[in-house]
């Protein structure tokens, strides 16, 4: 059980580290020809451009929602209600 423990430990502070190294990535996002782009749109494509990224940003987000509150209700479906096993005595 203790080694159980400590993997988890060495898998969280990797998951933190790789999550620390990934923000520098996503600046490669912002090329030139997008920037000049929707700079020399006008001001109508500008708000329908923020409008779609709200757009996209709701589906995940609800996706997301869900799962977390479909294991939030679930989480002691398996705990409760099950036949338990009793210890076995070895003589």
Known sequence: MRNLK???GIVIGLVLVA???LPPLAFSQGCALCYTQAAASGARMIKALKSGIVI???PP???CTGAIALAY???NQFNEGGPRAE???DR
Request: net charge positive; charged share 15%.
């Open 87 to 89: 210890p076995s005595s």
């Open 61 to 63: 987000l609800a996706i």
């Open 6 to 8: 400590s993997l988890a």
């Open 73 to 75: 209700r679930k989480r």
């Open 56 to 58: 996209l940003i709701v």
């Open 19 to 21: 999550a620390l190294m």
